[in-house]
């Protein structure tokens, strides 16, 4: 929903310095009433400015935009570019701008001569929530030449908004799976503080549940907080190079121990050269231990689970690395398979709490995934074992780029 605020202080906030900046560099802010030139030298007067107002907001960090008086796009700087990369000078910023919210906000600035404030929510690519200020300012010379623009900055609000809504998921969450745990610690507590508090065998007994079950609150929070952290940054591309092979083999390597006890052999199957994709080296290997983990315990009974490295391609025709997890135990119904990455989605509660499981680890896979702009695919047939296969994008010849400077810009 769209909020707006059309009488906020203008000279006690970020917008504000920022209008008397431009009255300093260009003389009067606000549209006036008296004389102004017509369009064309209005128009003539914008282009001869146009190297000022282009260094002007290319210095901002927040996306900002100049329009006309007609609505048509001055100048842009390249946080603007990133969230509206439809934007072309001299067009509509409408065909870019396609928001309501923006459009009445432009209209109500030029009309009232006042600035304007509005918060919109975009889904497209990835949830975000922003706050738009829109100020009218005449841009002036030493004589009566003038020319009415259009000053649009922007406020990335999502990480607020994803705080906000992580708050409330936490909560409710926590509080419901933690529910379980927490009453039987309590009722062993009691018992232990009653009858049974001279009875050494059923003291070492409840005190074994007792610590199975404070285990399992302990890593049900470590997965709510690990999925809170991910979404909180699952606007934010990682842009670090990682190879893939290392984290394959050190995953494995740390499940061996695992893998013993169930009496199940993992094999790894890897590319003679080097696969890198551009992502958070932490996030991927909560993400592919997570599969594996998986894997081991509920495929068991095949006594033996594949992991390959391999490199593909999408569909489209986009270079992807792919990382599968394929296990011989006794599969999934079809039923299960569209909601595994749900939270809290269990095929089997009591088996799923007796392994230790928390409901979350795939909804975690999934999130990574997301972040990294890859996907999750299950395939399984009852009887013959399931495959988990995570897609994560190989670096193009512009993320390579992007990776290059990130790199340089550590150093």
Known sequence: MATSDDNFPSRTNFLGRLRDAWAALFGNTGFGSGSG?????????????????????????EPAIVLDREGRVIAFNEPAAAIAPALRRGEPALIA??????VDAIRRA???????RVEFFE??????????????????????????????????????RRVEEMRADFIANASHELRTPLAALLGFIETLQGSAKDDAAA?????????????????????????????LNAHLAPNTPVNLTPIMRQVADGLQTLARDRGVEIKVSVPPEPLSVLGDRDELIRAFENLVEN??????AGKRVDLTLSRGQTRAGTPEARLSVRDYGPGIAPEHLPRLTERFYRVDVAESRAQGGTGL????????????????TIESTPGAGATFCMHVPLPTVETAAVAESHEISKA
């Open 361 to 376: 680890g795939l909804a975690l896979v999934k999130h990574v995934l997301n972040r990294h702009g890859g996907r999750l």
């Open 203 to 231: 003291r070492e007994k409840f005190l074994g549940i007792m610590q199975a079950q404070a285990s399992r609150m302990a890593r049900l929070i470590d997965d709510l907080l690990s999925l809170s952290r991910i979404e």
């Open 110 to 116: 030029t009309k009232r001569r006042e600035p304007q």
């Open 37 to 61: 030139l017509s369009l064309p030298s209005g128009r003539a007067l914008l282009l001869a400015q146009r190297p000022l107002i282009d260094t002007l907001i290319g210095g901002l960090p």
């Open 97 to 102: 701008l396609r928001m309501p919210e923006l």
């Open 295 to 300: 894997s081991l315990k509920y495929g068991a």
């Open 123 to 160: 889904r497209v690519p990835l949830d975000r929530w922003f706050a738009a200020f829109v100020t009218p300012v005449r841009l002036a010379t030493s004589g009566d030449s003038s020319a009415d623009i259009v000053l649009m900055t922007f406020n990335d609000l999502t990480p607020l």
